[in-house]
């Protein structure tokens, strides 16, 4: 069994940055991934970005790339993003989850209970 928490939302304005991290605890695989996903009012939930562990193989989506990095210490066991150049649209509920089957594959496992963002001047 594996959990997955979040933390780091909050509200920050326009062009504003925020960190967000995700705890992961429990008996991990040798190989798995976490991804972030964002889920806005009335809208499909939306994947943000993946890591993999151990490689450390990233992916992110196209509305975020170049402004969120993902990032993981190991020996914290947590995983981040960090969100720079924020902007109203990135205004979400942001979720981690956990998967044993890469960041491609689809299939999450383990899910937080997610935090809000909320980017408004």
């Known amino acids: 069994q594996v959990q997955v928490a979040e933390s780091g939302g909050g509200s920050v304005q326009p062009g504003g940055s925020l960190r967000l991290s995700c705890a992961v605890s429990?008996?991990?695989?040798?190989?798995?991934?976490i991804g972030w996903f964002r889920q806005a009012p009335g809208k499909e939930r939306e994947g943000v970005s993946c890591?993999?562990?151990?490689?450390?193989?990233?992916y992110y989506g196209d509305s975020v790339r170049g402004r969120f990095t993902v990032s993981r210490d190991n020996a914290k066991n947590t995983v981040s993003l960090q969100m720079n150049n924020l902007k109203p649209e990135d205004t979400a509920i942001y979720y981690c989850?956990?998967?044993?089957?890469?960041?491609?594959?689809?299939?999450?496992?383990?899910w937080g209970q997610g935090t809000q963002v909320t980017v408004s001047s």
């Open positions: 890591i993999s562990s151990p490689n450390g193989d990233t």
């Open positions: 989850a956990f998967t044993d089957a890469g960041c491609h594959i689809g299939r999450w496992d383990y």
């Open positions: 429990g008996s991990t695989p040798d190989y798995y991934a």
